[in-house]
C-alpha cells in the first residue's frame, strides 16, 4: 500500500535559512532539549513503560540515530529517508497499543525547551526568531500528519484482517447426514460474501457429494433483492451440478419484501423453518 | 481422436477428457445415438467433470443429445459439472432444460437405476 507522506507543512514553508536554523539551534542544545523530552515522557502514562524498558545504552544509540537522521534530512535533503523512518516507528508504536493523542504530548514536550533555547539565542523581536519559531511548527506538525497516517494506515490493516477472519468464519458449511450439507447463514450478507457463500458452497458439493443442500437464513437480517438474486444463482447452478438447494428460516417480513421486489417464488425452494427443511431433504434423498 | 464410449451394464458411459469442437459434438452425438439401439442400453452417463468451461453451443449439444437419446429409448444423465462452470452457465442464462444431472458417475448411475425402476420398464 503506497503512502504519500503529508509533507506539505514542511513544503509551504519555503524557508530553507530559517530550516537550517532550527536545526542549528535544535543541535546546539540537544542534550538539554532531549533531557527535558526524557523527563516529561517518564512521568507520561503510556510512555513511562515504553521508556523502562529500553536499557540505557540502546537509549543512547536511538537518541544518536535519530540526531543524524534529523541532520541527513535537514543538511543533505534526505527528507523521505526521515519520513519513512517516522512513518515505520508509528506503525510499531501504534501496534504496541501506544495512543495517537500520547504524541502531542511529546510534540508539547519537544517545543517547550526548543522554544525556550531559541530565546536564548534570538532577540525575540527579531525576524528570525519568527522564522525559526513557524519553521520548527512545520517540522512539528509534519512529524504528526506522518504519524497519524502510519496509525490510520495500521488500523487498517487490522480492519482488513478481521474482515478476512470474518468471511471465513461466516460461512460454516455442516455435514448433517451423508449427501446432505447445511449452511446457517448469520448477519449481513453484502455482494462480496454472498459471492463467497455461492462458491463455499458449490465447492462443497462436490467435495462432500452432496444432494442437498439446505440454506438457513433465520440470522439474515434484511434479505432484499441481491440476496435473493444470490440464491437463486445457486440454486440454479446447483441444480445444474445435480444437487438441490433449500431455503429455509425466511421470516415473514421478509418473505413480504421479496414478493414486493419481485422474487419469483418458484425460482427458489423454501421452506419456513429449518426442521422441516430437514425432513423434506431426509425424504428426498430416503427415496 | 474419438471419445470412447464404455458399457457398463445397461448403461453407456462417456467421459470427456477435454473440450470438443462443434463437429465432434455432433459425431459423438450420432455414436451415441446409434450405440443406444446397437448395444440395447437403457441409460448413458455423460462425464464432464474434466471441462473447465462449457459454451452455448456445447450446452444445445447435450440438451440435443439427451432428447436423442430418449427418442432411441434411453435416459441421459450429465455428471460432473464443476462449481465454477455451472455458475458461468446460469449467469449466462444457459439452460439445460430438463436434462438430467447428477454429482458424479455412481451418483449419474444411481439415479438412471431408479428412473429406470420407476418406468417400470
Given at each position: 500500500m503506497a503512502t504519500t507522506f503529508p509533507t506539505t507543512p514542511l513544503e509551504l514553508l519555503d524557508d530553507p535559512e530559517a530550516l537550517t536554523a532550527f536545526w542549528q539551534i535544535y543541535d546546539r542544545n540537544f542534550d538539554r532539549i532531549a533531557d527535558h523530552l526524557m523527563k516529561v515522557l517518564s512521568n507520561h502514562a503510556e510512555f513511562a513503560s515504553l521508556i523502562d524498558a529500553l536499557p540505557p545504552d540502546q537509549m543512547l544509540e536511538q537518541r544518536t540515530a535519530g540526531r543524524e537522521r534529523l541532520r541527513a534530512a535537514v543538511v543533505d535533503g534526505h527528507w523521505s529517508q526521515y519520513w519513512n523512518y517516522l512513518h515505520d516507528e508509528g506503525v510499531t508504536y501504534a501496534r504496541s497499543g501506544?495512543?495517537?493523542?500520547s504524541w502531542f504530548a511529546a510534540v508539547t514536550a519537544f517545543r517547550e525547551p526548543f522554544i525556550e533555547a531559541a530565546l536564548d539565542e534570538l532577540d525575540i523581536t527579531s525576524d528570525m526568531f519568527r522564522r525559526v519559531v513557524l519553521a520548527s511548527q512545520a517540522f512539528t506538525d509534519t512529524a504528526m500528519a506522518t504519524l497519524g497516517s502510519a496509525y490510520l494506515d495500521e488500523k487498517q490493516r487490522v480492519i482488513e484482517e478481521q474482515q478476512d477472519a470474518l468471511r471465513e468464519l461466516a460461512t460454516p458449511i455442516l455435514s448433517l447426514r451423508e449427501s446432505l450439507l447445511i449452511l446457517p447463514l448469520v448477519g449481513v450478507v453484502d455482494s462480496e460474501r454472498a459471492r463467497q457463500i455461492t462458491d463455499d458452497l458449490l465447492h462443497a458439493v462436490t467435495r462432500d457429494r452432496a444432494r442437498v443442500v439446505v440454506v438457513d437464513i433465520?440470522?439474515?437480517?434484511a434479505v432484499d433483492s441481491m440476496v435473493a438474486n444470490h440464491l437463486i444463482q445457486t440454486t440454479d447452478a446447483a441444480r445444474m451440478m445435480g444437487a438441490t438447494i433449500v431455503v429455509s428460516g425466511i421470516s415473514t417480513e421478509n418473505a413480504q419484501t421479496l414478493v414486493r421486489i419481485g422474487?419469483?417464488?418458484?425460482?427458489l425452494n423454501t421452506i419456513a423453518d429449518l426442521r422441516g427443511a430437514i425432513e423434506w431433504a431426509n425424504q428426498l434423498l430416503d427415496t | 481422436m474419438p471419445v470412447p464410449i464404455l458399457k457398463q451394464g445397461d448403461v453407456l458411459i462417456v467421459s470427456l477428457q477435454s473440450e470438443l469442437a462443434d463437429d465432434e459434438l455432433e459425431r459423438l452425438s450420432s455414436k451415441l445415438s446409434d450405440r443406444v439401439g446397437s448395444d440395447r442400453v437403457t441409460g448413458v452417463v455423460i462425464d464432464?467433470?474434466?471441462?473447465?468451461v462449457m459454451d452455448s453451443y456445447a450446452t444445445r449439444m447435450f440438451r440435443t443429445m439427451a432428447q436423442v437419446t430418449q427418442l432411441r429409448g434411453a435416459t441421459t444423465v450429465m455428471v460432473g459439472i464443476q462449481p465454477d462452470v455451472a455458475v458461468a452457465m446460469v449467469q449466462m442464462g444457459?439452460?439445460?432444460?430438463?436434462a438430467m444431472t447428477a454429482l458424479d458417475l455412481e451418483d449419474g448411475l444411481d439415479v438412471l437405476r431408479r428412473d429406470h425402476e420407476r418406468s417400470g420398464v
Open positions: 501506544l495512543g495517537f493523542s433465520t440470522g439474515v437480517p422474487v419469483d417464488p418458484n425460482r | 464432464v467433470a474434466a471441462l473447465d444457459l439452460d439445460l432444460e430438463g
